[in-house]
């Protein structure tokens, strides 16, 4: 009995250690805690591996201290890089109009990751009001400036057939192009209009823990002409299971924009 209550005090303890250091753990308290496609478990603590990441793939030694196995699921999280790839820098987000354009540069964490961008234009966690949407010119530009700069033809080209699900495209052009830097305009500025973007003073989980109640209601991003202008369906089409940033299961996850509801 000892020795089971030590066990799972000490995944307790692992699990706190891994939510503030951003990755998603969770305890397996007995057999019926069956671990998800995108998770692996060790020492009854199972934790969720990136999207682009074959869980398979991921090897925790059994002979890992704590800390080194943290230091395991860090590298394969890899949250700095995901972030600086995948959110939208202060640079990019400070701008109420494009008269104002920052110079081109990349983005430093945490520098460039200081703002609390709450959900649904919010000032505050106390504000009952809805803001104004993301300005997705702006974020449009920080993916010509920063997440596509200095990519391959290749590259971008993986980039594509990663977006609209395919495994290739023919010939490339500016048209597919600009269809791509739309479609990762529109999802970064939709994830941004539902959960927000944390400052990096914090960790994914209290980020989530302030903010989950100032969630906007489900297809309140997208109207309609703004979705088909940056090749989305007009409705918010999330497929079979919903908007995931609405759903309580959800937690909030820096760098990882949902990208679904795009048009084929």
Do not use: C
Request: glycine share 4%.
């Amino acid at each position: 009995m000892i020795n089971y209550l030590r066990r799972f005090v000490r995944a307790i303890e692992t699990k706190t250690l891994a939510l503030s250091k951003s990755i998603k753990a969770r305890v397996l308290y007995n057999d019926n805690d069956k671990l998800k496609e995108n998770e692996i478990a060790r020492n009854n603590v199972a934790y969720a591996v990136p999207s682009d990441v074959d869980p398979d793939s991921v090897y925790l030694a059994d002979n890992l201290t704590q800390f080194e196995e943290i230091a395991v699921m860090e590298s394969v999280t890899d949250k700095e890089n995901k972030i600086k790839e995948n959110d939208v820098s202060d640079e990019y987000i400070d701008y109420s109009n494009d008269d104002k354009k920052p110079a081109p540069t990349l983005p430093k964490y945490p520098d460039s990751y200081r703002q609390a961008i709450y959900p649904a234009g919010k000032s505050s966690p106390t504000d009952q009001t809805e803001g104004g949407k993301p300005n997705i010119q702006m974020i449009r530009k920080w993916v010509e400036d920063v997440k596509l700069a200095g990519k391959s033809q290749r590259e971008l080209e993986m980039e594509y057939n990663t977006m609209y699900e395919q495994d290739s495209l023919g010939v490339w052009d500016n048209k597919k192009m600009d269809r791509l830097v739309k479609s990762i305009a529109f999802v970064v500025s939709r994830k941004i209009w539902y959960v927000g973007r944390k400052p990096s003073s914090m960790s994914d989980s209290e980020w989530d823990n302030d903010t989950r109640h100032m969630r906007p209601d489900d297809q309140s991003y997208s109207k309609g002409e703004k979705g088909k202008k940056y090749g989305y369906d007009a409705a918010e089409n999330w497929g079979d299971t919903g908007n995931p940033y609405i759903q309580d299961e959800y937690s909030y996850t820096s760098g990882d924009p949902d990208e679904r509801g795009r048009k084929k």
